[in-house]
């Protein structure tokens, strides 16, 4: 009886084994999983240049700067990210501006604590964002901006 219960016993264990086993090979891991495309985000992006502004508009016939940052990651990533710019700059790693990539958010505002707008940099010192003059490319470092900081939404190829 204790060997028939003790080969029961491992039989089932070693089927579960096999089982994790064979989910894990299956699975995407984390990395492949946050591999984004920057040219599908990309794509995105400027296929809503020339858009109108609209103040709290998430698209996708008006934008404001938060809402289109969030769209073009659901449609170009799959990747929900936070819905306001103060949010986003709270949410995800920063990184200095030597070290920015195209696909990263850059941030505007009065401080830290008080991000006010955001782009998404596109590469060569410019960004896509939405503001008064709808969805445009301009320099990232204009005289009416204010640079915050820069973060990285995920791996981006």
């Known amino acids: 009886m204790k060997t028939t219960f003790t080969n029961i016993l491992l039989s089932v264990m070693a089927a579960v084994a096999f089982a994790i086993a064979g989910i894990a090979i299956t699975q995407p891991t984390d990395a492949s ?32 700067c938060s809402g289109l940052t969030s769209y073009v990651y659901k449609k170009g990533a799959s990747k929900k990210i936070p819905r306001t710019a103060q949010a986003q700059y709270n949410k995800f790693k920063h990184v200095s501006y030597k070290n920015i990539k195209k696909g990263d958010l850059v941030f505007f505002g009065g401080s830290k604590r008080s991000i006010s707008h955001v782009g998404l940099y596109v590469g060569k010192g410019k960004m896509i964002d939405s503001q008064n003059r709808g969805v445009v490319t301009e320099a990232v470092h204009a005289p009416w901006w204010h640079a915050v900081g820069y973060a990285r939404v995920g791996n981006l190829q």
């Open 33 to 64: 999983a946050a591999t984004m495309s920057y040219n599908k985000i990309h794509k995105v992006a400027k296929a809503q240049l020339g858009k109108p502004y609209g103040w709290g508009s998430t698209g996708p016939s008006r934008f404001d």
